[in-house]
C-alpha cells in the first residue's frame, strides 16, 4: 500500500518563501505529484517529480529524493492568492500506473 | 471539450436511493479517474479507465460502486443504496494518457445523502 504524510497547516507572510513537505511510504513508486486546491475548486496539477533533484516551474519548484522517499513543493514570494490547500500525491508502479494516492493536504494561509 | 465537465454539480438524496454521476472528460483524452473527497481531507482513489476498460477497481468502497465508460469518452459512476457515509465529493479527471504525469480535475459532484 501506499501513506503519505505532510503538515496540516502552514502560515507565512506575503512575499515569503515557505516550504511544504512531503514523506512517503509506496510499495511502488512512479513519480511525486504536487496539486492545488482552492476551497470549493477543483484540484489543479502544479508539477511532477519523477528522478531525484529540483524541478523549478516559475515561482513553485518541487524537489524529490527517492533514497530518502521525501519531497517538498517551494512557494517563493508568496501572494495572497496562494492561500489554498496543497496535496501530494504518489503514483503507484507499472501495475497500478493509474492510481494515484493523495496526502491529506497541506492548508497554507498567506497574511498581509 | 475544453475542460472536464462533471454533473450535476449538487445531489441531495435520501437514504437508499440510487445516484448516478457523470463525467465528460476532455476530448482525446484516454484515462479517465474517480476521486472521492470527503470534507477536510485528501482525495480518495476510487477507480480509472484506459479506454473504456478499468485496469484498477481496487478502490471502490463496496458493491453498491460500479462505474462505466461508453466511447472512451462520458463516464458514470453509479452508487446504489446511498447511505450517509456516502456524503462527500466526487471528483473525476482525465489525461491524455495513463502515464502523462499530472491530471485535469473536474469541479465535482458534492453529493449528500440524508
Known amino acids: 500500500g501506499q501513506s503519505l504524510e505532510q503538515p496540516s497547516e502552514v502560515t507565512a507572510v506575503e512575499g515569503a518563501i515557505v516550504q511544504i513537505n512531503c514523506t512517503y511510504q509506496?510499495?511502488?513508486?512512479?513519480?511525486l505529484s504536487w496539486y492545488q486546491q482552492h476551497d470549493g475548486g477543483a484540484p489543479t496539477f502544479l508539477s511532477y517529480n519523477a528522478l531525484d533533484g529540483l524541478e523549478e516551474t516559475g515561482r513553485f519548484s518541487s524537489f524529490l529524493s527517492r533514497s530518502d522517499s521525501y519531497g517538498y513543493l517551494l512557494l517563493q514570494e508568496l501572494q495572497m492568492k496562494d492561500s489554498a490547500s496543497y496535496f501530494c500525491a504518489v503514483r503507484g508502479g507499472n501495475t497500478n500506473a493509474g492510481k494515484s494516492t493523495f496526502g491529506d493536504g497541506t492548508t497554507l494561509t498567506v497574511k498581509p | 471539450g475544453a475542460g472536464v465537465s462533471q454533473s450535476p454539480s449538487n445531489k441531495v438524496t435520501e437514504k437508499g436511493k440510487d445516484v448516478e454521476l457523470r463525467c465528460d472528460p476532455i476530448s482525446g483524452h484516454t484515462a479517465l479517474y474517480w476521486y472521492r473527497q470527503r470534507l477536510g481531507q485528501g482525495l480518495e482513489f476510487l477507480i480509472y479507465f484506459q479506454g473504456n476498460s478499468a485496469p484498477d477497481k481496487s478502490g471502490l468502497p463496496s458493491d453498491r460502486f460500479s462505474a462505466e465508460r461508453t466511447g472512451e469518452s462520458v463516464s458514470t459512476l453509479t452508487i446504489q443504496r446511498t447511505q450517509q457515509e456516502d456524503s462527500a465529493v466526487y471528483l473525476c479527471?482525465?489525461?491524455?494518457?495513463?502515464?502523462?504525469?499530472?491530471?485535469?480535475f473536474g469541479s465535482g459532484t458534492r453529493l449528500t445523502v440524508v
Open positions: 509506496t510499495s511502488g513508486f512512479y513519480g
Open positions: 479527471a482525465s489525461s491524455l494518457v495513463v502515464s502523462e504525469y499530472g491530471y485535469t
